[in-house]
């Protein structure tokens, strides 16, 4: 690799002397800024160690690095220097409080000013600034210094930190000029330089730059630990090159017994499984887990615990679960975490009988699934109808100490409202007061809406009658919405509505938005826009107020009970006025516009909106053109396409299977002698 040094600019001549002022460190005066603190009128200004000390405080200390600075430039109005005690002091202060671009540009004006830190100091801001992860400032402030200071050179540390920061940002080429400039100041690149370079280069996928460094390495008596054969390995995988990547594993297995760090040789372990997995070589990575050709260079237990977290990464389940038949069958067992990540990920993707046949086995070394999972896999075998083993788990999960019981019942009704099954609910709920464990409302509400959801009212009646009586916990607002929309799926609107206007103001719950968005849903469906627009009119007075759903839902059911008139009154009076609208209130109304047979004026009342600085999705576009392929409109299909190019939005899949699907017609009647444009003219026409 012949690489230029990295481009230091070298201090340039200037015959006239320009001093910034040491105020420039600090903040600029200007009116808007705060009154300048409470001054001590009996401390000098000369007792630098005072106000050293006090600056410290209240950066370090006290955390306020504005107030901090507000003293420094009320300071240096009456003579102070600061120096670079103060400097590291707010630097760190900015640096703490995330500001890093002011910390770099604070550090930059110091220099300029002539106040720099010696060398020990300026590596440590530097450390300090590399924080930011932006390592073009960091590379600005190392050029000032060098500018202000040839003969500082930044640490070693600091070099390979900022090669990191570059080869993450895949700049492994600006990397490697600062690899050499580091030579060049004296410093002797270490393993971590190499490897972080390498590391660098195979990201991008350079793999034979990475293996020249590797070579060059060598060749400088540095000797590659394992973590630099870990990461060679990953870039020639990542190439296909297996034969070789097995040679390089080979080399690995020996250095990492001879490897001095643990530490790294858990990270060389660790990154070579992720690499594997990743190609999807599982066969090596169980290979692995029967020979564990590391030796005792990495723990068992962690070397099995990353074979799992590698695996289930790449959602390899039963693969990690191989490897757990495997530590148990030489004496040793899973995490808790790492086998709870297993029958999670079971559940997550559908093997619930795997997951619960894992489950049963865990239990008999200790292992308790958390809630989480217990409510994955729940769902899971009741969506399977598998009703026996989700009432073993459970039971089991019951057993586990410090669970809230209630919740798990919860958990355990909600999954079954996934089935038909309202027999069940009924005995979960008996059986819990049997228990002594009290039903929550939540508990209830679950109950409720699981009959719903199967089509039963009368329970949810009955239940909620127990809990207006104080059999059971109060009904919230929940409560009554849910069964009023059951009501009204069965018609039974009156119920609704007295439930509505007469129950819940006794019993003290207040309708929410919801609550009416359901009941004016119902009555639309129902036909019956008037008794609709009651309870619309009852919830502003009573001071709910609606939301885009609302009137969505309202414009959709004027459209569906044919009242046009009536949307269109309701958004010129109610909809624009409030500024509460959304593409779903401009999809509605479209639709019922274009139903209407009105597509004239649903384009007219979409560009109104465009006029008038809304933006609709395609959404809206996509509802008209299809409007236009319906009445074989072919040319007005291509300008409102047209009018979606202008305001800046792209067809997609819907708009063209649209057009397509016109096209199709208009093939359809040419065959039998009716003569049209062909669709290559239509998109001329669209193109042009």
């Not at 110091?110 to 830190?117: A, D, L, M, N, Q």
């Amino acid at each position: 690799m012949f690489l230029a040094a990295f481009p230091f600019p070298k201090a340039e001549s200037n015959p006239r002397t320009i001093i910034r002022p040491l105020s420039l460190l600090v903040a600029d005066a200007s009116p808007s800024q705060p009154p300048p603190p409470r001054f001590e009128p009996e401390v000098s200004i000369a007792n630098r160690t005072y106000w050293t000390k006090k600056l410290h405080r209240l950066c370090a200390v006290d955390r306020d690095v504005d107030e901090a600075l507000r003293l420094l430039h009320h300071l240096c109005f009456l003579g102070y220097r600061p120096d670079s005690l103060n400097l590291s002091s707010v630097i760190h202060a900015l640096c703490d409080s995330q500001r890093f671009p002011e910390a770099h540009h604070r550090f930059i004006l110091s220099i300029s000013s002539g106040c720099v830190p010696d060398e020990r100091t300026c590596n440590v801001l530097i450390a300090r600034l590399l924080d930011s992860r932006d390592p073009d400032s960091t590379l600005r402030v190392i050029r000032s210094l060098i500018t202000g200071n040839p003969y500082f050179v930044p640490s070693l540390v600091n070099y390979n930190r900022l090669i990191d920061q570059l080869c993450s940002f895949s700049r492994p080429i600006e990397a490697h000029r600062l690899f050499f400039d580091l030579k060049c100041r004296g410093h002797c690149p270490n393993a971590v330089s190499y490897t972080t370079l390498i590391n660098g280069y195979c990201k991008i996928g350079d793999v034979g730059s990475a293996q020249e460094v590797f070579d060059e390495m060598s060749d400088c008596g540095i000797l590659p630990n394992s973590l630099t054969f870990s990461v060679l390995v990953r870039g020639i995988l990542r190439k296909r090159d297996v034969e070789h990547g097995k040679e390089l594993m080979g080399k690995l297995w020996q250095t990492m017994v001879n490897e001095v760090e643990p530490s790294v040789s858990n990270a060389a372990f660790a990154n070579i499984i992720d690499s594997l997995c990743h190609e999807g070589l599982f066969h090596e990575v169980f290979t692995i887990a029967e020979d564990m050709p590391q030796g005792k260079s990495v723990p068992d237990e962690f070397a099995y615990g990353q074979m799992i977290d590698s695996l289930c990464k790449v959602g390899r389940h039963n693969g990690a679960a191989r490897i757990v038949y495997i530590m148990k069958n030489r004496g040793f067992l899973p995490s808790s975490v790492s086998y709870n990540s297993i029958v999670h990920g079971l559940s997550k993707e559908g093997s619930c009988m795997r997951a619960y046949q894992l489950l049963e086995e865990g239990i008999e070394f200790g292992y308790w699934p958390s809630e989480y999972t217990y409510n994955v896999l729940i769902e899971g075998l009741c969506r399977e109808a598998d009703l026996f083993k989700a009432r073993k788990v459970l039971k089991i999960m019951l057993k586990k100490e410090g669970v809230d019981n209630t919740r798990i019942y919860n958990i355990y009704l909600r999954a079954l409202c996934l089935m038909d099954n309202p027999t069940e609910l009924l005995n979960v709920l008996v059986f819990m007061l049997q228990t002594g464990c009290q039903p929550d409302v939540i508990t209830l509400n679950t109950v409720i809406s699981g009959f719903c959801r199967m089509g039963r009212i009368e329970e949810p009646l009955k239940i909620l009658k127990d809990m207006m009586m104080g059999k059971f916990s109060a009904p919230d607002v929940v409560t009554f919405t849910t069964i009023i929309c059951c009501l009204l799926n069965f018609g039974r609107a009156e119920e609704a509505l007295d439930l509505l206007h007469k129950i819940m103001p006794e019993k003290g719950v207040r309708p929410s938005v919801v609550t009416y968005n359901t009941i004016i849903r119902g009555l639309f469906k129902l036909h019956r826009a008037s008794q609709a627009m009651e309870v619309f009119g009852s919830m502003v007075s009573g001071g709910v107020v609606g939301n885009s759903t609302t009137y969505a839902i309202i414009i959709d059911g004027f459209c569906e009970n044919d009242q046009i008139e009536g949307a269109k009154r309701f958004w010129d009076d109610v909809i624009w006025p409030s500024k509460i609208h959304d593409n779903y209130v401009y999809a509605a109304i479209l639709k019922g516009l274009c139903r209407s047979g009105k597509l004239n004026e649903a384009c007219d009342f979409l560009y109104e909106l465009v006029d008038c600085g809304v933006s609709p999705n395609i959404v809206s576009y996509n509802i008209l053109i299809d409007s236009a392929c319906k009445l074989g409109l072919r040319r007005e299909a291509y300008q409102i396409v047209g009018e979606m190019r202008k305001n800046g939005l792209t067809p997609d899949a819907v708009s063209w299977r649209i057009l397509n699907k016109l096209h199709g017609s208009v093939r359809k009647q040419a065959c039998v002698g009716i003569s049209t444009m062909p669709f290559k003219e239509g998109l001329e026409e669209f193109h042009g």
